[in-house]
């Protein structure tokens, strides 16, 4: 294989020239919304690598493409890099009101609904497996439904800025995919651990588990988030307040690493600290206006990047062509999960949320990305990460091109019928 020996400076070089170009093309040409756009361009740009090896095979074009991807690593470039920036731009631009008008709604879609959701998809993955004869352990399939079953919060938040649904919907859809992909990480942690070890797995030690990180996170979120708060208070500098908010994303995100709690979550709170409380009464206009740009920019890069690496992921799975079969049975699967465990609750809570617009929205709308991606690629290697990678995948690329590119469209249609009843 083509190992390019890049350095981490040339990696981000030539990502972000990709994605000029790319965005730029797509602006004046295509005018799809951006994630949809990148994803696209990057899986579009990856067949035809894999066409070009197969047309002239001594070309080896994607063996240097597979060594360019290896070189970033995209489980370590995501989840302690991307990850921590991209749920913070999100969480400023949330309101604390109508999350608290659907904090119920969020806690359990977030943590019972992913938890449903990880069973459903890994009972009926067993079963597909059994079916295609794949030797697949259960514990593995029950990795697989972690993986796939928190929605990530970069790409419903994208999705959501183009679309317009109720506040309070929009609220629990952000609230959620804000807080669920956290509650996965840790699920995927603790099913990784007795997957590796082969030991009994323990309801008691992951509860215990879950609790300690889920709940450490908000903890720790809510105590930068307010130190943060208190700093930007104090002063009138937009340049300062703006690198207090940095210092914020990578420390706070750093330090929840080394205490063994959820970086993701910490990252959510501290967001909707500083975006309900600190632009209401820390900072003036000027401050305001500069640091909505600053992190409007920085989310817009980071989306960018990120989901032109998902579609560059591509060249990756063709090593693993023979089971995209198996990929492309667990989309209907992972669609099913998902209207069960939104659906169910959302029966008992239509005073607040109308049913006839939130399930098919909720639905719909939950798109899985690069946090799915990243959680298979961090499998240890051998079978199941074949298996797993190839399916989580095939599920990501159909989330992002086919849910995220019709959404908007679909959210309109379905606020029309709803007014209209």
């Known amino acids: 294989m083509i190992h390019l020996e890049l350095s981490p400076f040339d990696a981000a070089s030539v990502l972000i020239l990709l994605s000029a170009v790319l965005g730029w093309v797509n602006h004046r040409c295509i005018k799809f919304p951006g994630t949809v756009a990148m994803t696209l361009i990057g899986a579009v740009a990856s067949v035809l690598v894999i066409v070009i090896d197969l047309i002239l095979p001594s070309s080896r074009v994607s063996d240097a493409v597979t060594g ?3 070189d970033i690593d995209f489980h370590e470039t995501q989840m302690n890099g991307m990850l921590s920036f991209l749920l913070f731009a999100g969480a400023l631009h ?39 004869a794949i030797d697949l352990p259960l514990i593995w399939c ?16 994208a999705v959501l800025r183009t679309t317009r649904v109720p506040p309070t919907l929009q609220a629990t859809i952000a609230g959620e995919s804000l807080f669920n992909d956290g509650v996965g990480v840790v699920v995927f942690s603790i099913l990784v651990a007795s997957a590796v070890s082969g030991e009994a797995f323990s309801i008691v030690h992951a509860g215990e588990l879950f609790l300690i990180e889920g709940l450490g996170g908000a903890a720790l979120g809510g105590i930068i988030g307010w130190i943060a708060y208190r700093a930007m208070k104090a002063i009138d500098d937009y340049s300062v307040e703006v690198m207090v908010t940095l210092a914020t994303v990578m420390g706070g995100y750093a330090l929840a690493s080394a205490l063994h709690i959820s970086g993701p979550v910490a990252m959510a709170v501290a967001g909707l600290i500083i975006g309900n409380q600190g632009f209401s009464f820390a900072m003036s206009d000027q401050t305001k206006d500069y640091l909505v740009k600053f992190w409007a920019l920085i989310d817009e890069v980071l989306n960018a990047v990120l989901f032109l690496l998902i579609g560059l992921e591509a060249v990756v799975l063709a090593q693993r062509f023979g089971l ?19 659906g169910v609750p959302l029966l008992f809570w239509r005073r607040l949320l109308p049913f006839g617009l939130a399930f098919p929205v909720m639905t719909w709308g939950g798109l899985r990305g690069g946090i799915s991606i990243a959680l298979a690629l961090s499998l240890p290697n051998g079978t199941p990460k074949d298996v797993l990678v190839a399916a989580t995948y095939v599920v990501v690329l159909f989330s992002v091109l086919a849910q995220g590119g019709t959404i908007g469209h679909l959210v309109k249609r379905w606020s029309a019928k709803v007014s209209s009843a």
């Open 324 to 342: 995209l079969g198996l990929g492309i049975l667990t989309v209907p699967l992972v669609l099913f999960a998902r209207g069960l465990s939104v």
């Open 68 to 70: 360019f991807l290896n």
């Open 142 to 157: 029950f990795v697989f439904g972690a993986i796939v079953s928190p929605t990530d919060p970069v790409a419903v938040m």
């Open 94 to 132: 949330v309101d604390l009101d109508n999350l608290g008008k659907g904090r119920w709604q969020i806690a359990t879609l977030s943590t019972i609904g992913v938890v449903a959701s990880t069973l459903i998809v890994g009972g009926g993955l067993w079963g597909l497996t059994r079916l295609l």
